[in-house]
């Protein structure tokens, strides 16, 4: 089974710099795909990045970006720039095909690490 | 471009009592997924629905079900509620065909917030 590992329960970060969030995983998959998600209060999950396993290059949206060690089995996300409105909780999650007969997915998420932006 | 809705946002019932929940993808997404979101457990994959069939069930009891229409809108039912089904229940929809990976993610709906007293 698939695990995945944010380390840090909670960061804060102060307006305006950088942030890096943890992610390791655990697969014996070789194609898969990992995700960034973003909760707010109002509770909707917000995909913020993906990566897929066979790109070798850090999948970057605007400020938020990644580094993928696909060796390290290891997925972080960096934030520059931090604005108030990052403030959120972010779920790293893996995902792989399941194969039961026309292939079917689900979500591994990590516990989340709670990010405070502070102004 | 209408996003995932799901009804009702709070839900407050008894223990023994059974609920469902309605979840309606975004216009032509024909994948449904459930999750269920707890601060000790996490997120957890409850199922996956594709054209009104049930493509793969998280660990979760029997009293735990779904379905989906023809129009792809998805319900999920707990029957015989338990203290410890008080949660945030996510759905989410994508679009791939069959067996094709949605690389793009999934899109979430805000949940529905369940309390069972």
């Known amino acids: 089974a698939q695990t995945v590992t944010q380390s840090q329960p909670e960061m804060s970060v102060q307006e305006a710099e950088t942030v890096t969030l943890s992610c390791t995983y655990d697969?014996?998959?070789?194609?898969?795909?990992l995700f960034w998600y973003k909760q707010p209060p109002s509770r909707q999950m917000i995909l913020v990045i993906r990566q897929e396993a066979y790109k070798q290059q850090n999948a970057t949206e605007n400020r938020f970006s990644v580094n993928f060690q696909k060796a390290a089995k290891s997925f972080s996300l960096k934030i520059s720039d931090s604005q108030l409105g990052d403030t959120a909780m972010y779920f790293c999650a893996f995902m792989k095909p399941f194969y039961s007969g026309a292939g079917s997915y689900q979500l591994t998420f990590g516990k989340g690490t709670k990010l405070s932006v502070i102004p | 471009k209408a996003g995932v809705t799901q009804t009702p946002r709070y839900l407050i019932k008894t223990r023994g009592q059974q609920v469902t929940l309605s979840c309606s993808p975004i216009?032509?997404?024909?994948?449904v997924s459930w999750y269920q979101q707890t601060p000790g457990q996490g997120l957890q994959f409850l199922f996956e629905?594709?054209?009104?069939?049930?493509?793969n069930k998280g660990n979760f009891p029997g009293r735990f079900s779904g379905r989906q229409f023809s129009n792809s809108r998805s319900e999920m039912n707990v029957s015989t509620l338990e203290l410890g089904d008080s949660a945030l229940y996510l759905c989410?929809?994508?679009?791939?065909?069959?067996?094709?990976?949605?690389?793009?993610?999934?899109?979430f709906g805000s949940g529905t917030r369940l309390t069972v007293v």
């Open positions: 629905y594709f054209s009104e069939t049930q493509r």
């Open positions: 697969t014996s998959e070789n194609n898969y795909y």
């Open positions: 216009s032509g997404h024909r994948s």
């Open positions: 989410a929809s994508s679009l791939k065909g069959r067996g094709r990976l949605p690389t793009y993610g999934y899109t």
